[in-house]
């Protein structure tokens, strides 16, 4: 069967890149995708970087992009608030520059989650709290969105990912950040990223794309596959980034997932 394909979700850490090495054959295969008429998104679920911020990572990677062409789950957090809480309303967030610049341009008065503010008048007024990624994030920066959490009942996570995959292994990621914050106040998180289907439709939505016009290459089963099947969106997984062992291998139909040389499939 032919597909014909207007928009391509590409995953970042472990797709194009992994450890921000580029992974070979990574910018040949998306220009291959610009010269075929189909619209790369780079669709990722790290929250730290802002789109002019992924643009220059990619660039270092020989990948030329544009910011407008730069979808990450810091935006979708930011819009699924929208619908949540009043504009100009006061969020605490764990995260970095990402983050903070997409509840900003969503109308929010963005706090930075700090430990030494934990007992301030504010913590006790803000309307969202969202955790997102920050490898200098501490036990009191996390207590301040905890506190926040608790008293709402619920808290977003921009990204369930468990593991960061590098260059010889893993680190830690934004949902091991988001289970101590879930734990501690005893609510589930809104999570926005992969493999939420709702981060797919904001994709397609802001990108004027059908499912069926649209596919998914992601190396994570968990994030990336899931996230395409939920969304009933074509999916690619490639094997060069996030690794688990054969039993822990998320379950996807096998008519939904195949190799990354079939997209150009005529």
């Known amino acids: 069967m032919t597909r014909r394909f207007k928009l391509?979700?590409?995953?970042?850490?472990?797709?194009?890149?992994?450890?921000?090495?580029?992974?070979?054959?990574?910018?040949?295969?998306?220009e291959r995708l610009r010269h075929d008429g189909v619209q790369p998104v780079f669709f990722t679920n790290n929250s730290s970087r802002t789109p002019s911020e992924v643009v220059g990572a990619l660039l270092r990677c020989g990948i030329a992009a544009e910011s407008n062409e730069v979808c990450t789950s810091a935006q979708a957090a930011a819009h699924a608030l929208t619908e949540r809480i009043p504009a100009g309303s006061t969020v605490?967030?764990?995260?970095?520059?990402?983050?903070?610049?997409?509840?900003?341009?969503?109308?929010?008065?963005?706090?930075?989650?700090?430990?030494?503010?934990?007992?301030?008048?504010?913590?006790?007024?803000?309307?969202?709290?969202?955790?997102?990624m920050d490898p200098a994030v501490t036990y009191l920066d996390l207590a301040v969105v905890t506190r926040v959490a608790h008293r709402l009942g619920w808290f977003v996570l921009t990204n369930s990912d468990a593991r960061y995959p590098t260059e010889d292994g893993f680190l830690p990621g934004n949902g091991s950040l988001g289970a101590l914050v879930e734990t501690a106040s005893g609510v589930k998180p809104l999570v926005t990223g992969k493999p939420d289907r709702r981060f797919v439709e904001f994709a397609l939505e802001r990108y004027g794309a059908t499912a069926s016009e649209t596919v998914i290459v992601g190396d994570n089963p968990y994030t990336d596959v899931l996230a395409g099947a939920a969304a009933g969106v074509y999916t690619i997984h490639v094997r060069s980034g996030v690794s688990f062992p054969e039993d822990e291998n998320a379950p996807v139909a096998d008519e939904t997932v195949e190799s990354v040389e079939k997209i150009f499939r005529q």
């Open 92 to 132: 605490t967030f764990v995260g970095k520059t990402g983050l903070e610049e997409a509840l900003t341009d969503a109308g929010f008065a963005a706090k930075r989650a700090r430990g030494s503010e934990l007992t301030e008048a504010w913590v006790k007024e803000a309307k969202a709290a969202v955790v997102g």
């Open 8 to 30: 391509a979700l590409l995953d970042l850490d472990g797709t194009l890149w992994r450890d921000g090495h580029v992974i070979e054959g990574a910018p040949e295969f998306v």
